[in-house]
């Protein structure tokens, strides 16, 4: 799952080098935290070139209340929701880290353990007069699955342009297990045992 993430000033210096010339001027650049609904960058290739976009976080749902934001990888070429976009309008959503609550509702970040950006693989389509986005999750690694049993579906930066642009390899991409990640949690609940 993900439900939240953090872009800030290293990420976008990343994506800047990765690009080129990029104008991060407008608010949507600055260091903040990413929910729902938001506008967000994404890196999308429409054209064979990379470029960057704004596009807002959610699909509506079905019944037209609330937003899917997130798509399983095990069947988002089954569902008729997704099964267009994961074919052929797929993006990808840069974070510093993003967001997970553990069963007492405590908040827990996970970030790249390098430091790096992290790139999660995501999808969109137009709804409504503008461009959505959805984050594309798989089931969770090692470091992720003490905490949600679901994480996003991460990318090295290599892989980027291949997921963009090579509508072969898609399925293999959906099939990927994401790197291990570093955990970090304000506070965490100890139990203790008595003999």
């Not at 001027?25 to 054209?47: F, I």
């Not at 960057?52 to 070429?77: C, D, H, V």
């Not at 007069?129 to 290599?158: C, Q, W, Y």
Request: with cysteine; hydrophobic share 35%.
């Amino acid at each position: 799952m993900c439900g939240r993430y953090y872009l800030d000033e290293s990420v976008i210096r990343e994506i800047r080098q990765f690009l080129g010339n990029l104008d991060t001027k407008g608010k949507e650049w600055k260091a903040r935290d990413v929910y729902p609904s938001e506008q967000a960058v994404v890196l999308t290739s429409r054209n064979e070139e990379i470029s960057a976009e704004l596009m807002a976080w959610g699909f509506p749902s079905y019944q037209g209340k609330g937003l899917m934001i997130n798509a399983r990888a095990e069947t988002a070429n089954e569902r008729p929701m997704f099964r267009e976009s994961v074919q052929n309008r797929r993006c990808v959503v840069p974070a510093k880290h993003f967001y997970e609550w553990d069963r007492e509702k405590n908040k827990v970040t996970f970030k790249s353990r390098e430091g790096d950006a992290l790139y999660m693989a995501g999808m969109f389509d137009h709804f409504q007069g503008e461009d959505r986005f959805v984050i594309i999750t798989t089931e969770a690694n090692e470091s992720m699955r003490k905490v949600h049993d679901r994480m996003p579906l991460l990318l090295e930066e290599s892989e980027v342009a291949g997921w963009l642009r090579n509508d072969k390899s898609t399925e293999e991409f959906l099939r990927k297990k994401p790197e291990e990640l570093e955990r970090e949690q304000e506070f965490e609940q100890v139990k203790l045992s008595f003999l």
